[in-house]
């Protein structure tokens, strides 16, 4: 495999530090072009540059222009400095082989469709991007342009690897549970949350990991599995798997099943994504096949967790649904975060504003403008719904 150029967005984040990680141990592999982040770290996302010679550091937070440029300079480090709510879509935008966008929330619209437009292979962390402007990320992707490093989606591609399209009779997404697997609707009442942020094997930032724990993460996932792979939702399925270690599968028409087993370590799917279809040698230890374990599946507790069933419900609506879907969860866990509001109000109140929606709105959006209205009515309708919100 050839030297690829690399444009990292959220690299202060979670998917962004191991993509580096991966990245700083396999130099000959890859080479950094551009990092993208909030701007809260400055001197984080300087000390990346220095060490990789980065050309443009791009932050979304113009007042931290001034001590990012200090802490530039600081480190060494001549990056062109980008700043400003475009500013991850510029870097997205510039000629590279591929872009990973390991941003949160749909504020990764934009820089995913600069990054397609632009023609770079998309490496996509970033699911809410795809779930949001479904429709107009389909419309100007590329067979293949699109890799996914969910860990699920990047199991599903490599299990489908093993049969044509026509021989797949389903796909099956496994869900660890969260940090509340077994537990009664009743019993999910008093959640607090720091319990919601303890996730039993996965370590994410809090948004991500809130959503873990009400199984809107795997919603999504369940929407990005149909959009990545052109699945009917009839023929994608979740179970619940606490382990962590098979991270999805394929079924096929003749009863066989393949299944993708590795730790819980995001940098494998994050090293397939940055080299996809080869693969980076050693990018995260295997599994340990001398010691007894088992392995254990189980059904989804719909009643409990009815994000699943909400998020097919507004996946099979399509259009702006998903969008509306993402952005009343992404205000709930805000407020749930903030301690303005109880958990099992979260998907509560995200299923009021998708119903509400789904009443009066049809077709597919056909500008980022009407994704972003269509959020900002989700927005402010959850937190009317609530009335805790603000």
Do not use: Y
Request: proline letters at 5%; glycine letters at 8%; charged letters at 20%.
């Amino acid at each position: 495999m050839s030297s690829r150029r690399v444009v990292i967005l959220g690299s202060t984040g979670s998917i962004g530090t191991q993509a580096l990680d991966v990245i700083r141990r396999n130099p000959d592999h890859f080479t950094v072009v551009a990092l993208a982040a909030g701007g809260a770290d400055v001197a984080a996302i300087a000390s990346q540059a220095a060490e990789f010679k980065v050309e443009v550091v791009a932050i979304a937070n113009e007042s931290r222009e001034e001590a990012l440029r200090e802490a530039l300079t600081t480190c060494g480090s001549s990056a062109r400095v980008v700043v400003g709510l475009d500013a991850a879509t510029e870097a997205a935008g510039l000629p590279t082989d591929v872009v990973l966008n390991g941003m949160t929330g749909s504020i990764g619209l934009r820089p995913t469709l600069a990054a397609l437009e632009v023609g770079s292979v998309l490496a996509l962390a970033n699911k809410e991007s795809l779930v949001a402007g479904g429709p107009l990320v389909k419309a100007i992707a590329k067979p293949g342009q699109i890799v996914p490093v969910d860990s699920e989606h990047s199991a599903l591609a490599q299990c489908l690897l093993g049969g044509s399209a026509q021989e797949v009779r389903r796909l099956v997404l496994t869900a660890s549970g969260g940090p509340f697997r077994g537990r009664t609707r009743d019993e999910l009442a008093s959640v607090t949350v720091e319990q919601a942020l303890a996730h039993p094997t996965w370590t994410m930032g809090p948004v991500v990991t809130t959503n873990s724990a009400t199984l809107v993460n795997k919603g999504l996932e369940l929407i990005e599995a149909h959009l990545l792979f052109d699945m009917p939702f009839e023929k994608i399925d979740v179970v619940v798997h606490p382990q962590s270690i098979v991270h999805s599968m394929v079924e096929f028409v003749d009863g066989s099943t393949l299944a993708q087993a590795s730790p819980p370590d995001m940098r494998l799917p994050i090293a397939l994504g940055l080299a996809w279809p080869h693969r980076t040698a050693d990018a995260a230890p295997g599994l340990d096949w001398t010691t007894a374990t088992a392995w254990t599946f189980q059904p989804l507790d719909e009643d409990a967790f009815p994000a699943i069933s909400l998020a097919r419900r507004a996946g099979i609506a399509g259009g702006c649904a998903p969008a509306v879907f993402n952005a009343a969860n992404e205000e709930c866990v805000e407020a749930f975060l903030g301690g303005r509001l109880p958990f099992l109000s979260i998907v509560d109140t995200v299923s009021a504003v998708v119903e509400e929606f789904l009443s009066g709105n049809s077709g597919n959006p056909t500008s980022v403008a009407d994704v972003l209205s269509a959020e900002d009515w989700a927005r402010n309708r959850a937190r009317e719904v609530t009335g805790v919100l603000a």
